[in-house]
């Protein structure tokens, strides 16, 4: 069986603060792909990074970088300066092609 | 290019009422998924399509629910006799093929009164 779990439900930090959403996913399959998207107010999912499960190179792009350890199975977000826009709903989620999506970190940047 | 439409955008029926929600994937993509969030949650994995092979019902909560698809193209996700636990908005994604990607439409936001 597959899990996604975000166990951070709610964040609010202050605007140019950095941030790390936390990601744990389970499984017993060997080849696997993990996702983040992103939901804003707009209620649209907004495909962010897409990684496989044998890839674990950080990734960076712009204020955003993800940090995947298979042995510990996180795939960690972090925004760095964060700003008001960035305030949404995350997801992670992971799977073959039937992806598992995790309950979601509520981000909330204050000016 | 265009990116994955549904409609309606909202649906309000009354309890009982079946309703038709209607995917349009992105050109080319063979694979299409159904989802349902509900209020304040992630998202629920309903149904599977990928080309002609069976779709992946494994999701679907209830015979009440089913859906379809042309081809490769468009679908529709069927709801009969609806319930008020139905309420949801419905998403649906689209790929290239079942190993990429999946990109989302706006959603279709079923409320059953």
Redesign the interface.
Known sequence: AQKVTQAQTEISVVEKEDVTLDCVYETRDTTYYLFWYKQPPSGELVFLIRRNSFDEQNEISGRYSWNFQKSTSSFNFTITASQVVDSAVYFCAGGAYKYIFGTGTRLKVLA | GAGVSQSPSNKVTEKGKDVELRCDPISGHT?L?W?RQRLG?????LI?F?GNSAP?K??LPSDRFSAERTGESVSTLTIQRTQQEDSA?Y?C?SSLS??D???????TRLTVL
């Open positions: 694979a998924y989802y949650q992630g998202l629920e994995f599977y990928q992946d494994s999701g908005v998403l994604a079942s190993a990607t999946q990109y989302f439409g706006p959603g």
